[in-house]
């Protein structure tokens, strides 16, 4: 939850400048391209889909299987397409199919692997399904924005860096229920171990605008005083507020490379493109942390993926069709 909080608060002091206007008092903000009242459904489903993900974590789902699970967005991302009125190729559809079970063989191997003991085994399994239908609903919450939002810049423009702000800034103030839970966290994150960055004492005198004393002015005399020997200075911060840090500015880099590509395709386009970042991800979890997966896990990601890299060959095939068509 302070992760999140903390990548919302940093990408909206970032794109805020974009958007500063010192002319337009109170807020100091530039006019909008967009109504205000059109960005507010995205707004509450950026928060929400973003809280759904987090909280998917305390239902005993393990991070590969969650960056696994969460690669199936191009299934709900066509069914609510199909409900909103678009129409997909038979390829489309079977990829999607595929996918689907890729999906569905991850979890329940996930699942197996977790319920080998079976004085646990009911428990872990409720658990795990709970977290599953949480997932499902962020992934539908998330096609739904998606959508949403190409509908917004098939009408207004592709304004995603107003899309960016607006989206972290305004959903700041909807962290104000889980406070409690936010300062429990933070203070658990203060006192985890320091890092210590020694700065050498030649370097901030290097810095100083002290005049030179009289031993500076006369070397000689000089030998007859003695000094303490200079101190290092050593700066502590906490391991993990170091962490946290760089969480946020790489989210930053993330979800502004997001919002540019969702302003240049479709939602479709930004969910396959978002299956290749996890793909890397899921890798990244595997090499850096020693994350095992089961057999059956790597079975269903290998699924999940194909079908991904084949509903975007059939997508690029459909949009270099309707372009040829538009010439004619």
């Not at 229920?177 to 005198?205: C, G, K, N, T």
Request: proline content about 7%; charged content about 10%; hydrophobic content about 50%.
């Amino acid at each position: 939850l302070l992760i999140t909080l903390t990548q919302f608060l940093v990408t909206a002091l970032f794109a805020w400048p974009a958007h500063f206007s010192a002319s337009r008092p109170p807020f100091f903000l530039k006019p909008r391209a967009v109504p205000l009242v059109r960005w507010l459904p995205n707004i509450v489903l950026f928060f929400t889909v973003n809280m759904l993900n987090n909280f998917a974590f305390g239902y005993d789902i393990s991070v590969p299987v969650h960056i696994i699970l969460r690669s199936g967005g191009s299934v709900t991302t066509i069914v609510v397409g199909f409900l909103w009125g678009k129409r997909f190729t038979r390829m489309q559809v079977f990829s999607v199919a595929v996918l689907t079970i890729g999906v569905i063989i991850a979890a329940m191997a996930d699942a197996q692997s977790k319920g080998k003991d079976t004085s646990t085994n009911i428990t872990a399994n409720t658990s795990f399904m709970t977290g599953l239908v949480i997932l499902f609903l962020a992934q539908l919450l998330s096609a739904i924005m998606g959508l949403y939002t190409q509908a917004t810049y098939t009408k207004y423009g592709p304004h995603w860096n107003e899309n960016l702000f607006y989206s972290h800034f305004l959903s700041l103030p909807l962290f104000i229920p889980f406070l409690p839970s936010l300062r429990q966290q933070l203070s658990r994150l203060l006192a985890s171990p320091a890092f210590e960055l020694s700065i050498p004492p030649q370097l901030l005198q290097s810095t100083s605008t002290t005049p030179p004393s009289w031993k500076d002015r006369l070397p000689l005399l000089s030998i007859f005083a003695s000094d303490p020997p200079p101190q290092t200075f050593t700066l502590r911060i906490p391991k993990h507020l170091l962490s946290l840090a760089l969480n946020s500015l790489t989210q930053y880099a993330c979800i502004r490379g997001v919002n540019l590509l969702a302003a240049r395709t479709t939602a479709l386009g930004v969910t396959i493109v978002l299956n290749i970042r996890k793909l890397v991800s899921l890798f990244a979890s595997i090499w850096l942390f020693g994350n095992k997966l089961p057999p059956g896990v790597l079975v269903g990601a290998a699924i999940v993926f194909g079908a991904g890299g084949v509903y975007a060959w059939e997508g690029q095939r459909i949009s270099k069709r309707e372009a040829e068509r538009k010439r004619t």
